[in-house]
Each structure stands twice: as structure tokens, then as C-alpha cells.
């Protein structure tokens, strides 16, 4: 979806193609009902690579699990989907 894409560029503030937890941070710094540590949370659960960071299609499976995280009003599962070789 182009809304999903846009929210991605819009994180994704260094344009490097992944999304790390100070943007991810940055990004929802509006959003009182969300810690640093649910936004670290956050992190970990979509990171499904473990490379520290979100990268596009991580954002996506994060967006169809949290849709309310553009909102703000998401909070994490502490479950980690496991990790499908076909994106990577």
C-alpha cells in the first residue's frame, strides 16, 4: 500500500533504507502512551532478521500486526514472527 510506503519514508529519516529504534523513536515522539521501552519492544518484535534494524518488509508485517501504530496506539506482542527467508 502507498500509505504503508510513505509512513516507511517518513521513519525512515537518513533515507537508508531501514528504520532504527532513535527513528522509529523520533517518529512517534508525539505519542505519550508509547514508552522507549514499548518502542524498543517495538523494534524487537518486527527486527525478524536480528540485524538491529526494520527494514522495508519487516515494516510491513510490523504495520498488518500494530495498524494503529501510525496512531500511536500501539503496543507490543513480545512475540516474534519468524523470520521467512523469501523476503531476505
Known amino acids: 500500500k502507498k500509505e504503508i510506503f510513505d509512513t516507511f519514508q517518513r521513519f525512515d529519516k537518513d533515507k537508508s533504507g531501514f528504520i532504527t529504534e532513535g527513528e522509529l523513536r523520533r ?4 505519542h505519550p502512551d508509547l514508552s522507549p521501552e514499548d518502542i524498543h519492544a517495538l523494534v524487537q518484535e518486527a527486527d525478524i532478521d536480528g540485524d538491529g534494524r526494520i527494514n522495508y518488509q519487516e515494516f510491513v508485517i510490523m504495520m498488518s500486526s500494530h495498524p494503529a501504530l501510525a496512531k500511536g496506539d500501539a503496543k507490543p506482542t513480545k512475540k ?3 523470520y521467512d527467508r523469501k523476503f531476505g
Open 27 to 30: 517518529a512517534l515522539h508525539d
Open 80 to 82: 516474534k514472527v519468524p
